[in-house]
């Protein structure tokens, strides 16, 4: 059983920035996953596809966060990122990491001033 943990959420005010990190408990390897991702649901929205990264290293963001957001992993520490810049609050939601089929718990993030 895989268990993400998920940490770096919090409140921020619009123009600022947060680095959110994946980690996986136990001794899997999460590098031994192909896909690393992450989601994020807003309330009374569906869950949506945020940024995603191959293990070739290849990525894809949603359109609505291109240009401000950046997924990386570091595989020393078994942890995948992302870092959020310029923050606006339609950014406002739960974030998931996503190594498939593991989800992790999620974590807040707010954007208001």
């Known amino acids: 059983q895989v268990h993400l943990v998920e940490s770096g959420g919090g409140l921020v005010q619009p123009g600022g920035s947060l680095r959110l990190s994946c980690t996986a408990s136990?001794?899997?390897?999460?590098?031994?996953?192909?896909?690393k991702a992450w989601y994020r649901q807003a309330p009374g929205k569906q869950r949506e596809l945020v940024a995603r990264?191959?293990?070739?290293?290849?990525?894809t963001y949603a359109d609505s966060v291109k240009g401000r957001f950046t997924i990386s992993t570091e595989r020393a520490k078994n942890t995948v990122y992302l870092q959020m810049n310029s923050l606006k609050p339609e950014d406002t939601a739960v974030y998931y990491c996503c190594v498939a089929p593991y989800w992790g718990q999620g974590t807040q993030v707010t954007v208001s001033s």
């Open positions: 136990g001794r899997i390897n999460i590098f031994s996953f192909d896909a």
């Open positions: 990264i191959t293990e070739r290293g290849i990525t």
